[in-house]
């Protein structure tokens, strides 16, 4: 299937379920949005933790039309929305063009599924995709960078890889700066202030085997879970695993 | 000279000529000082214009430090502020803190000086500096990316160089992508719009010899053009060769 073909679908009504292992090839996003009035806290933001907020493109106020997907509707075209006010989720919405604003913004951040198709690529075998689970993520001590109301600490997600591996892992995720890029930390869990391993803030725990190590990249999360801390009367995203997908090979994205 | 002693000297009325060839091994940056009710679309200008806009630091509102420069402050470490209103200048002055607002934020974007220096270090003879004029720089017809209110044409510094070194240029250039980069364009000058080569919208002709050829890389000028060309209420930069001397060192800057 075409990403133009499954946005369409969506848009029907026909797709209402995750994007994950659909349309694989092309980049998948995480979308925020936002009031204009604190889109310049954010975009700051996110320049300054690019490994946990790699942006692929904002869409300012007026715009809701992705340049990587053609004919897209930012405000219908993800299979489900979350609506949250002053931190809190309100409500979950399978289209958000009824309650669009002249003044939001929208972010479109990139995705685990883009960096991880590069790992298997790289024969890294990655036990959560084998399990059909989705990974799991970790909120730590690790500071971000704050930018005007927007502050707190970075969300990694945690992927056990062969000892063997490691190195290898860190090498191929190194190749790809703007796509978080080589793990933020490598081994025990307590230095970065995650306590039980065990029992992830998101997604499953799969196991750490005899061999394994853990290994752990600055995650797409962060910029939500920050953005959620600060509370902002309005913000909407995409449901976990509800992704926009765009027209434009992981390839491409991960070459330019 | 240490930059920390050139702030010092021109925040006490000391030094208050440019500074052209002044710590000539530290990163000197452009300023741009906005409300913040245009700083998302400026940033996002920036973002969309990297080789013409290289940004090196946002002071968001409430900040006037810079990090890249000890005790410093903005509002009185540069020598010379021009204050724009509704597009027109209408002040120069030696410090803005009497007029500094707490909504203002301050963009540092990076100068065609710390670039020059890799070109000369790779031998490659620039007459502008040769003869100690100012670049010369030209309105081209290559149009920006437009975000929000910032939209309008790329100015051009133009160099002259000896046709055996073009490649040369070219590739040391590209190595600093984060600096202006590569050549927007080698060689007619009409092909980009450029009528009267001898006739630079900002700075100085230094003449094109026989068996040299023009070349022409994104400046650093283009934000602020922009941004005066939209005529927003307010804004300040500093004077032309009056900059913000940062204690980075060219060479970590570029390295980084």
Redesign the interface.
Known sequence: MLPTELRSMIRSGTHTTHTSGVCEDYVQTNLVILP?EY???F??FT?RNQKSCP?IE?L??GRFVSDYAKDSDIRTDLPLYHVYEHGRLVEKKQRVDDCWRDDF?SFLIGCSFTFESQLIKGGIPLRHIQENKNVAMYKTSIQTES??VFKGETVVSMRPIPDSLVQQAADITSLFPEMHGSPLHIGDPAEIGIEDITRPDYGDFVGIKEGETPVFWACGVTPQAVALASKIPTMITHAPGHMFVTDWKNEEYLQK
């Open positions: 204009k889109a310049f806290d975009l700051l320049m942006v904002v300012e106020d913004v930018a005007g």
